[in-house]
């Protein structure tokens, strides 16, 4: 903490003016989000709004909180980080808003709904492990002047993990997970997707996040396409300045996309790493099928035939194949999985997606 920061902290607490002295708690709670000491900040912030709690229950004529002082126990401070709120637990965050419509072009994800239980293979688990261990250690890493991995592309064919992928990642930091939404961004009007899209860039740079795009091709079409409009040519030019220019406040940014061969030749440039997420193994599959029948008593089961018939799944196939077989163990009152369940669930994603 910063030795102005400091003293003004002190200054208001020997005048015992509670105003003052929550404005500054919101300072360094403030402070420590910024430098990217996430989990500290959520610490420091709930154990402000204890405090205040308490002071509440003292009846008003010995109560020192002023009225000035907003209901969560902090006081309000104007400012443009829209990020830095904590994410509402019940429902997605609204973030930013295109002004004509009102429609956000950002969310955060709650932490208790991330996803990061992943079954991967040894190499491409070390690859995510590693970016896990720079963010860490970035500190480290900066005091020898160099960047911990901060922009990530993970690709893959549909249902392979990719959205997983940056759940985990931002599970395993702690970093709030912001996702752009695409249908709110992208406009008709000539200019106003690439304005929205540096919108989305500057807001997300404030706070340390993980800001995910999902189905990035979406922005990042090859410029030798000549079937594109010259709009999305300047899209994808705004996109790769947008990266090259990115400095994340301690954060990370992740891409996804399924149609690599779609991608302008100087996107993959602009990434740290990129991360090709495959279809699982025969060791993986059973591994998730095991995991996600956790929950339930499992019988005898040909666990090699049952894999052989998931060869070329992909991990969200087999995920629906283990929860539709709970499931019909459940409904059939045995609540015990046997061979016949997975088979007949087997066969209905096959029918799925056919």
């Known amino acids: 903490m910063k030795g102005e920061l400091l003293k003004r902290l002190f200054?208001?607490?020997?005048?015992?003016?509670?105003?003052?002295?929550?404005?500054?708690?919101?300072?360094?709670?403030?402070?420590?989000?910024?430098?990217?000491?996430?989990?500290?900040?959520?610490?420091?912030?709930?154990?402000?709004?204890?405090?205040?709690?308490?002071?509440?229950?003292?009846p008003p004529q010995k109560s020192p909180v002023s009225p000035d002082i907003s209901r969560n126990g902090i006081s309000s401070i104007p400012s443009s980080r829209t990020l830095s709120k904590t994410p509402d637990a019940h429902s997605l965050t609204l973030l930013s808003s295109k002004q004509r419509f009102n429609h956000p072009f950002i969310v955060t994800i709650p932490r208790e709904r991330l996803r990061h239980h992943m079954i991967l293979s040894d190499i491409v688990e070390d690859r995510f492990r590693r970016i896990e261990r720079e963010y860490v250690a970035r500190d480290r890493l900066a005091h020898h002047g160099l960047r911990y991995r901060q922009k990530i592309l993970l690709y893959g064919t549909p249902g392979c993990g990719k959205t997983m992928g940056a759940e985990r990642l931002a599970w395993n930091t702690g970093l709030t997970l912001v996702k752009v939404r695409f249908d709110a961004m992208v406009s008709s009007f000539l200019?106003?997707?690439?304005?929205?899209?540096?919108?989305?860039?500057?807001?997300?740079?404030?706070?340390?996040?993980l800001l995910f795009i999902d189905e990035c091709d979406a922005i990042a079409k090859s410029r030798e396409d000549i079937q594109e409009v010259g709009e999305i040519k300047r899209v994808v030019n705004t996109f790769l300045q947008l990266l090259d220019e990115y400095e994340a406040s301690n954060g990370l940014l992740v891409a996804a996309?399924?149609?690599?061969?779609?991608?302008?030749?100087?996107?993959?440039?602009?990434?740290?790493?990129?991360?090709e997420v495959p279809k699982p193994t025969a060791v993986e599959i059973e591994a998730i099928l095991k995991q996600n029948l956790s929950s339930v008593e499992v019988g005898t089961i040909n666990w090699r035939a049952i894999v052989q018939k998931l060869d070329k799944f992909s991990a969200a196939q087999i995920v629906r194949v283990a929860q539709d077989a709970a499931k019909r163990a459940i409904l059939d009152r045995e609540e015990l999985v046997i061979q016949e369940h997975l088979e007949a669930s087997i066969q209905d994603v096959i029918a799925f997606h056919v």
């Not at 690439?194 to 404030?206: G, H, I, K, Y």
């Not at 149609?259 to 740290?272: H, I, P």
């Open 11 to 58: 200054r208001a607490i020997a005048s015992e003016n509670q105003t003052a002295i929550q404005s500054m708690l919101s300072i360094v709670v403030e402070e420590e989000r910024k430098k990217g000491h996430t989990i500290l900040a959520e610490q420091l912030e709930n154990i402000t709004q204890r405090s205040n709690h308490q002071s509440r229950q003292i």
């Open 191 to 209: 200019g106003e997707t690439a304005t929205n899209l540096r919108e989305v860039f500057e807001t997300a740079s404030q706070t340390p996040c």
């Open 257 to 275: 996309t399924n149609l690599t061969k779609f991608l302008d030749e100087a996107v993959w440039r602009r990434f740290d790493d990129v991360i």
